[in-house]
């Protein structure tokens, strides 16, 4: 099992298995690195993003969408970027690369054990585990 640091991240893929990515942390940060595009993330949102997800007590679509992109009402983008989460407001840290929450943090919780994903060619969802 990898231990999630920059020398041996988790290798990851999104869930239609359409692309393979890196994730690791770096203290409270989560970098997440897709071909030659690094995203950050703050670490707290796998732990808040499962609560939230227990909470649902159903499956929530992902909804992955850019920056730019408005996210879909009742979807883990939406809820990564709303004031209503515990954060206020975006876990992105990088200004123009804070959106795709919902494509690449379901993962990382599967991989975590936190949660359950479905591996269609479109419309995946999530539940916590």
């Known amino acids: 099992m990898t231990t999630g640091t920059k ?19 770096e203290d409270e940060v989560l970098v997440c690195r897709v071909g030659s595009t690094t995203l950050k993330y703050q670490w707290r949102a ?14 929530v679509p992902l ?6 992109k408005p996210a879909a009402d009742g979807t883990v983008e939406a809820w990564g970027r709303s004031d ?3 954060v206020g407001g975006w876990y992105g ?30 419309n995946n969802s999530v539940r916590a585990s």
Not at 46 to 59: I, N, R, T
Not at 63 to 68: I, L, M, P, T
Not at 109 to 116: K, T
């Open 93 to 122: 840290l990088r200004t123009g690369y804070r959106g795709r929450f919902g494509m690449y943090l379901p993962p990382l919780l599967e991989e975590l054990g936190l949660a359950v994903l479905t591996h269609d060619a479109r």
């Open 7 to 25: 020398d041996d991240p988790w290798e990851l893929t999104t869930p239609p298995g359409s692309a393979v990515y890196q994730m690791w942390r």
């Open 46 to 59: 796998v732990e808040d993003l499962h609560a939230w997800l227990k909470e649902q007590h159903d499956w």
């Open 84 to 86: 209503s989460n515990p």
């Open 63 to 68: 909804g992955a969408a850019d920056e730019k």
